[in-house]
């Protein structure tokens, strides 16, 4: 699976921000979709994710906030960001997976970076 980020941009506090990530390479409504980010000294940590069959997750930090979306026909996942806060600055990563033989499978795209500052 070859994953393709972008949206990611410089934005003031309180202001929104739609990231896209475009799969290639595999079945995309197979796998589980995810964002992910990491700021500045800080671990990568899951933002959002979303399962085949629409189930969805995310940090506590975003909830009310963020949404994530799939589009199986586009083989796109969607990252809505609204509210943004100074604590949102990251570098955000997309994140496919999905399980053969109980292997798990991961793949990462090139990451996009997010940076919300007055």
């Known amino acids: 699976v070859q994953l393709q980020a972008s949206g990611g941009g410089l934005v003031q506090p309180g202001g929104s921000l739609r990231l896209s990530c475009a799969a290639s390479g595999s079945t995309f409504s197979r796998n589980v979709m995810g964002w992910h980010r990491q700021a500045p000294g800080k671990q990568r940590e899951l933002v959002a994710g979303?399962?085949?069959?629409?189930?969805?997750n995310y940090a506590e930090s975003v909830k009310g906030r963020f949404t994530i979306s799939r589009d199986n026909a586009k083989n796109t996942v969607y990252l809505q960001m609204n509210s943004l806060k100074p604590e949102d600055t990251a570098v955000y990563y997309c994140?496919?997976?999905?399980?053969?033989?109980?292997?798990?499978?991961?793949?990462w795209g090139q990451g996009t970076l997010v940076t919300v500052s007055s």
């Open positions: 979303i399962s085949p069959t629409g189930n969805i």
């Open positions: 994140n496919a997976y999905n399980w053969r033989n109980q292997v798990r499978y991961d793949y």
